[in-house]
């Protein structure tokens, strides 16, 4: 058998190590990507978050681009919902 070339032998000995190592995180398939949110803390990706750029308000997502978390504005438009009960409710609301 002939002997292989130095490129060759080294990446065959890539492919072998890429195989025999089980605990590889590509094989798992799991990620743990985090978005830093403004006061430091750390969001999971999917996170949908109100935060204030320049002075508007908008509505942000934690996702991935190009193996790197970032915050994606879910619309352009500035503004974020707002949680309050509407008038009928509050009528019928007892505390």
Not at 1 to 30: F, H, K, T, V
Not at 48 to 72: A, F, H
């Amino acid at each position: 058998m002939a002997y292989l070339s130095n490129p060759l032998r080294a990446g065959l000995a890539c492919l072998i190590l890429m195989l025999l190592n089980p605990a590889s995180s590509w094989a798992e398939g799991d990620t743990d990507c985090q978005c830093r949110d403004s006061q430091g803390s750390m969001q999971n990706l999917g996170t949908v978050m109100c935060v204030d750029i320049t002075g508007n308000q908008y509505l942000v997502r934690c996702e991935m681009s190009q193996n790197t978390p970032y915050w994606k504005r879910v619309n352009e438009q500035s503004g974020c919902p707002q949680a309050n009960l509407s008038e009928h409710l509050k009528g019928r609301l007892t505390i």
